[in-house]
């Protein structure tokens, strides 16, 4: 086991499309202030991505875990949302130790398909069709929130509730351009399906990152 120390902190560096401080627009945090640090690299390639800039890693300068974790303590919110791209693509032992020491709970967004790594306190799988969650992570997942693009999507999601643990948390989101058709939809399903709730990517209808 690699032993992580200050000295690590300065030496792994990590590849950032952006950083910003903003409320957390999604899921069962939503609303919460929260530091969001978006990495680069994605190997799934979901058609209706809302961030294809963050795909190529090469594009993203790269920058210290020390550098990230001090720059996120300069807000006073105490939460860390690591996401990006797909953050699991990069080992985040070293990110999740130093934001630790820094007093942040760690948060992350993944698809799951990558192994897991870090150290969190809340993880959100959204499983992808394109490429398809690690069964490892199903069972560690604290809330599941899963795009709806199409009627066939709601199978895909109970497909994954199934593999949850019974405290996980289960959400349905619209499809960001799919909004307006979708979301009456997802309101029948969560009437009918009680356990299952709706999630708005509610930093979008305020314009905030
Ligand atoms: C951009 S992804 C990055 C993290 C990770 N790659 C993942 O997909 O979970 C962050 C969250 O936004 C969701 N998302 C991405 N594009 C979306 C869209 N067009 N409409 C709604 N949600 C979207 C993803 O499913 C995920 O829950
Ligand atoms: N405000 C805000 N909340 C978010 N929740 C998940 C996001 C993401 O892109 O991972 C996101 C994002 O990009 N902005
Ligand atoms: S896994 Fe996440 S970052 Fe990658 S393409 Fe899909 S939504 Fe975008
Ligand atoms: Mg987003």
């Known amino acids: 086991m690699s032993v992580i120390t200050t000295d690590t902190f300065t ?10 401080y903003t409320i957390q627009g999604e899921g ?13 690299g994605c190997d799934v390639g979901c058609h209706w991505c809302d961030v294809k800039d963050s795909w190529d890693a ?18 006073p919110g105490r939460i860390a949302v690591i ?5 699991l693509m990069h080992n985040l032992d070293a990110l999740t130790a130093a934001l630790h020491e820094e007093g942040f709970r760690t ?11 870090g150290n969190f306190d809340w993880i959100t799988l959204s499983p992808k069709k394109f490429k398809a969650p690690l ?16 009627k066939s999507d709601f199978a ?11 405290d996980c948390k289960l959400y349905i989101q619209p499809e960001w ?33």
């Open 83 to 87: 996401t990006g791209g797909e953050p």
């Open 177 to 209: 351009d799919r909004a307006q058709q979708i979301t009456p939809l997802i309101i029948d399903y969560v009437k009918d399906n009680p356990q299952w709730q709706l999630s708005l990517q509610v930093h979008k209808y305020i314009n905030v990152p």
């Open 156 to 166: 895909w999601a109970e497909k994954y509730a199934a593999l949850a643990n019974p």
């Open 135 to 150: 069964p490892e992570i199903c069972g560690l997942a604290n809330e599941l929130k899963v795009v709806i693009f199409n």
């Open 107 to 117: 948060h992350i967004e993944t698809s799951g398909s990558s192994p897991l790594s």
């Open 11 to 20: 030496t792994v560096q990590l590849p950032v499309m952006e950083r910003f």
């Open 28 to 40: 069962n945090y939503q609303g919460r202030a929260a530091y969001f640090i978006r990495l680069g």
């Open 58 to 75: 090469s594009r993203h300068p790269l920058i210290s875990v020390a550098d990230l974790a001090t720059e996120a303590a300069r807000y």
